[in-house]
């Protein structure tokens, strides 16, 4: 079974690919790893895959949503 630190969660789902690849540089800059997931599929058929998934490690994920919020800001 793996850890929590392992375990990857989605902390975004995002339509265009550009704002998705700026909020990844935003987290990582951050010092969060950060992956993109279904990003090749989105270019095609966003809608049908609910876009690019921004994902993280469990343990951060709400840290991650804390940055993320105060940018919408």
């Known amino acids: 079974m793996a850890d929590a630190i392992d375990k990857l969660v989605q902390v975004a789902a995002l339509f265009d690919l550009a704002e998705a690849h700026i909020l990844k540089g935003l987290l990582e800059s951050e010092g969060l790893e950060v992956f993109l997931f279904d990003e090749q599929a989105a270019a095609f058929t966003p809608i049908v895959v609910g876009g690019v998934r921004l994902m993280v ?4 994920l709400e840290r991650a949503r804390e940055l993320l919020k105060t940018r919408q800001q």
């Open 57 to 60: 490690r469990e343990p951060d």
